[in-house]
């Protein structure tokens, strides 16, 4: 079973950063693509940032500029780098992982966290 923990939520003032961390835990082969949902007060749950096995990565265009996703592959673990919050930012932030779970058979797996409350006052 492969399980994701989110660090890293909390307060942050309008104009400052957080960095938001997702560790994946369980027998993985290997992270195929992952990514960072966000669900505002009210509000569906929206990508915002992601990035593939191969490195490439989007984001959504409220997070174009601002926010950074990066990988460590050693520790599974993907990371969010948000700068310049603004008050549209606060959400609870899950993150998502798909993947391939070392096994006999290569099972494909598809996670997420338990979400993690990022408020951003103004």
């Known amino acids: 079973q492969v399980k994701l923990a989110e660090f890293g939520g909390g307060l942050a003032q309008a104009g400052g950063s957080l960095s938001l961390s997702c560790v994946a835990t369980?027998?993985?082969?290997?992270?195929?693509?992952a990514g960072w949902f966000r669900q505002a007060p009210d509000n569906q749950r929206e990508l915002v940032a992601s990035?593939?096995?191969?490195?490439?990565?989007m984001y959504a265009d409220s997070a174009k500029g601002r926010f950074t996703i990066s990988r460590d592959n050693a520790k599974n673990t993907v990371t969010l780098q948000m700068n310049s919050l603004n008050p549209e930012d606060t959400g609870v932030y899950f993150c998502?992982?798909?993947?391939?779970?070392?096994?006999?058979?290569?099972?494909?797996?598809?996670?997420w966290g338990q979400g993690t409350l990022v408020t951003v006052s103004s």
């Open positions: 998502n992982a798909k993947g391939i779970v070392r096994d006999l058979y290569y099972e494909s797996f598809d996670a």
């Open positions: 369980g027998n993985i082969q290997r992270i195929s693509e």
């Open positions: 990035m593939t096995q191969g490195g490439k990565t």
